[in-house]
Nanobody
Framework: QVQLVELGGGLVQAGGSLRLSCSAS????????LAWFRRAPGKEREFVAA????????DYVDSVKGRFTISRDNGKNTVYLQMNSLKLEDTAVYYC??????????????????WGRGTQVAVSS
């Protein structure tokens, strides 16, 4: 069983930056695919970013490309989401997800076996 704990959420002005982190338990962290999803008020949970086991392959939803960066530190069992140039529409609860399987589509929630409880990000004008 893997437990994921997100940290780093908060209130930030539009144009500002935040870095989220997600720490994982377990000895096989380096073999997991990792992702960030978010759920805005009144909306479904949506894919934000994903990275493969080595961190070399990444994928982003179009709305965050060029502003968000996903990275991982396997030595620390941690995945990060650096968020720059934040917009009002980035306001959401952000969730970390992990998959122990080889996945075909990193953008679907069904690909992931483990989820954190989420951290709130609020962007103000």
């Amino acid at each position: 069983q893997v437990q994921l704990v997100e940290l780093g959420g908060g209130l930030v002005q539009a144009g500002g930056s935040l870095r989220l982190s997600c720490s994982a338990s377990g000895r096989t962290f380096s073999s997991y695919a990792l992702a960030w999803f978010r759920r805005a008020p009144g909306k479904e949970r949506e894919f934000v970013a994903a990275t493969g086991w080595s961190g070399g392959a990444t994928d982003y939803v179009d709305s965050v490309k060029g502003r968000f960066t996903i990275s991982r530190d396997n030595g620390k069992n941690t995945v990060y989401l650096q968020m720059n140039s934040l917009k009002l529409e980035d306001t959401a609860v952000y969730y970390c997800a992990a998959s122990r399987r080889a996945i075909a589509d990193p953008r679907t929630r069904l690909s992931y076996d483990y989820w954190g409880r989420g951290t709130q990000v609020a962007v103000s004008s």
